[in-house]
């Protein structure tokens, strides 16, 4: 049975994780004060916490303070408020549909691109601090939310070969352009949440694979020995083969 992971991503208004997050295709010239400020970010390999607000209330000002006081000392983060009444912000607002999010609400984006997730109304220091992931799991967020089928491989090493059932299906003409192999170490501490989130263990001495499908579902976690027939299957009897409504796969 597939699963959603990644945590509170299934928020209505959260239709922009769906789609690439992309200030940087913006020429500079067009770019207002706050896509200045994310693209900065993520050239100087920051998160963007971007505080949407319509008006200057105790809630707003609640928030803005606990995203202050939880990120003011942290290097890997930058705060960027952005009123939704400013037409200077149009883009970034249209990206995130904020009109239809309940004010004031935080969206927090990787510097690769990734939403990690949007809080609205209200957010903790904890919840904060959870939005900032590792590497590996902003990657496979900004390719799901790119729309491709992900292909997790945790290795026992450095110079391990991907499996070449993993090698086989991302080379197969129906899913090679719509595929992303994602290589982490297993021993890395700052993958450890992430691959326990996932299930997947980290002490084998083979890779371990993390089979995933967009908008966020988890399909299946393999052995290094799986078969491109077996991922495809798999990928298959979720729905998730083809973009056709009509495909017999689909349920």
């Not at 990644?6 to 913006?26: D, E, I, K, M, R």
């Not at 970034?92 to 809080?119: E, Y």
Request: aromatic residues 6%; charged residues 15%.
């Amino acid at each position: 049975m597939s699963r959603k992971i990644f945590g509170p991503l299934s928020f209505a208004t959260l239709t922009v994780c769906l789609a690439s997050f992309c200030t940087q295709s913006v020429q500079a010239a067009e770019l207002s004060a706050a896509d200045k400020a994310v693209l900065t970010a993520a050239q100087q390999d920051q998160y963007s916490f971007i505080m949407f607000y319509r008006a200057n209330d105790s809630a707003t000002q609640a928030m803005h303070q606990v995203l202050q006081t939880t990120l003011s000392s942290r290097p890997d983060a930058v705060v960027v408020p952005v009123q939704i009444g400013d037409e200077r912000e149009r883009q970034l607002i249209n990206q995130f549909d904020a009109t239809r999010i309940p004010m004031p609400a935080t969206a927090v984006v990787a510097p690769n691109g990734a939403v990690t997730t949007v809080f609205p109304q209200k957010v903790t220091p904890q919840q904060l601090t959870a939005a900032i992931v590792s590497k590996g799991q902003a990657t496979c967020l900004k390719a799901l939310q790119d729309r491709k089928i992900v292909l997790l491989c945790a290795q026992s090493g450095l110079n391990q070969p991907i499996p070449a059932g993993v090698q086989q299906f991302q080379a197969d003409a129906f899913y090679k352009d719509r595929t992303q192999v994602v290589t982490l170490q297993a021993s890395d501490p700052d993958e450890a949440r992430f691959l326990n989130q996932l299930g997947l263990p980290t002490t084998k001495k083979h890779s371990v694979i993390a089979f995933m499908a967009p908008p966020g579902v988890m399909l299946g976690t393999y052995e290094g020995d799986v078969t491109f027939d077996v991922l495809a299957k798999r990928l298959a009897a979720a729905g998730k083969c083809c973009e056709d409504p009509n495909c017999k796969h689909h349920r």
